[in-house]
């Protein structure tokens, strides 16, 4: 017997003069859905998927506008954490065991719990496709929590989604129970913001609960809303819900979906806003998604916006505050899922990209196996033991060479940091350092406060800026996904990872 089709096919791709080839993995046809054999290459200048369907030829779309960042990000990819429980056994091989088969390589970060799929839109963009006839229990909602705290020793942040969640006819009861428990340090939930303008006591209540009001905010112009979302008067339905969000001082982030030709123009806009107020936690960019209800969406797989263009954008849009160099991939799942900054306050004014005082080996390890920069105890205390060293240093001149290592003045990290006077100026350090003497301060005058309640201390005094590169069936790659730690917890036990219950598995 000959080599199969796919192996033939494989060899011929990549024979293709002119390609830099990376990887070879498994992918899906953008015209079936099946799993295809599909190729990773670099070509002038940008990086691109190719996949072959024996049913439908060839096809190819963008993976990253940056060849350099592609392979740069690459190298950031560390050893994943997994979880302490597996659901699933292997059989089927992946994805087909989701999940988590003991072969999956990444614990969970973030769960993204559906509990309704309702909404009072219906956006052409939608990541997912709303039916109207589905509403998770109470007494459903806490087995599912019971079983990601089984296999997790904490969630940094659980998100509640849809749907539009605030249309769930027990809403007040879930959210209650989800505030109360400890080992949950943040809740979070995912709103299109109508309702929330229009109901005083829906916004009282996620203060009182303190749970994050993740706000879906695409821009501030009219058209941009009735392209994206359907009707055009919701730009002045969100320029309200912000106003309240900052008067009533809610805590709140801020999620927009970034598309091609409509909105890139309106970043400037949306950063200004968040860095302005303090209870305004995170900043979450995501390029546009084909997957979904947002299938049906016109665009171009070969031109689609990706990481480096949204870094280049962001880079514009703070006037040159944000640099390049300030963002990298998060290491705890895969390095083309997603990007961030953390900026912490300058006391005195202005946001320092925390890079910029750490060195790159501290500053990932802060980060290893987790989508955000938990303020746990064990961060904790590197940080302190940081700052200690930082502290310790004499403030050098911006454009000179990083010092060298000092003596530690911290049990915990012991060749530490100092910072880099190449990239951060003196005022902006000891802005910044004043800042974290201050959080530290606050920290120790609490007593011992729990992770919970050192959340809180540190969140107002920072800010996170997420871009996050999801998959659709152009882009779609099985060695993504096993990294994954952004997932959807069902009700039959499975966690999913998004992108593999929305390319896959949804509305089949
Ligand atoms: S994505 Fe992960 S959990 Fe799902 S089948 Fe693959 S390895 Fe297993
Ligand atoms: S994107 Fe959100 S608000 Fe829009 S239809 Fe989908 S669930 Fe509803
Ligand atoms: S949801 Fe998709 S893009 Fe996000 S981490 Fe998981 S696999 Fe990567
Ligand atoms: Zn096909």
Known sequence: MGPSFEWRLQVTLMSIAGDRHYDVTRSTCPACRKLVCARIV???????????????????ALISSSEDYYLESLSCLSRGSRPREFARTVSGGCPDDCGFCPDHEQHVCMPVIEITDSCDLACPICLVENV??????????????????????????????????????????????LAGIDRIFRVSVSTNGVRLAREPGLRALHKELDVVVSLQLDGFSPDTYERL????ELARTKQQLLQQIVEEELPASL??????????????????????????LSLTIQPFTHAGHGRGFPHDPLTRITIPDVIE???????????????????CC?????CQTFLLKVEGGGWLPLKRLLRQGDYMGLLENRSYMSPDGENLERIRGMVYDLWAAPAEEPGSADGATRGSGSAVQ?????????????????????????????????????????????????????????????????????????????????????????????CR
């Open 313 to 331: 954008l962001l880079r514009t849009a703070s006037r040159g505050v944000l640099r390049p160099s300030d963002f990298g991939p998060l290491p």
């Open 132 to 177: 109207g006839q589905h509403e998770m229990s109470l007494a459903t909602l806490k087995e599912i929590v019971a079983r990601l705290l089984d296999s997790e020793e904490s969630i940094q942040v659980l998100n509640l989604s849809g749907g539009e969640p605030t249309m769930h006819s027990g809403y007040h009861k879930l959210l209650e129970y």
């Open 414 to 506: 012991p060749a530490a940091t100092l910072a880099s006077a190449a990239s951060a100026d003196r005022s902006q350090r000891d802005g910044a350092l004043r800042t974290i003497k201050r959080i530290f301060k606050e920290i120790d005058a609490s007593g011992i406060p729990g992770p919970k309640r050192t959340v809180r201390i540190v969140e107002r005094r920072k800010k996170s800026i997420f871009i996050h590169q999801f998959m659709d069936v152009h882009t779609f790659d099985l060695s993504r996904v096993r990294r994954c730690c952004s997932v959807y917890p069902k009700e039959d036990g499975a966690l999913y990872p998004m992108c593999v219950y929305n390319v896959l598995r949804r």
């Open 334 to 338: 895969h390095p083309a899922c997603f």
């Open 229 to 232: 979302r359907g009707p055009l």
């Open 255 to 280: 999620t927009m979906t970034l598309v091609r030709g409509v909105n890139e123009a309106e970043l400037g806009q949306v950063l200004d806003v968040y860095l302005a107020h303090d209870n305004l």
């Open 42 to 60: 670099g070509r002038d200048g940008r990086v691109l998927m190719v996949t072959a369907c024996p049913d439908h030829g060839e096809s190819e």
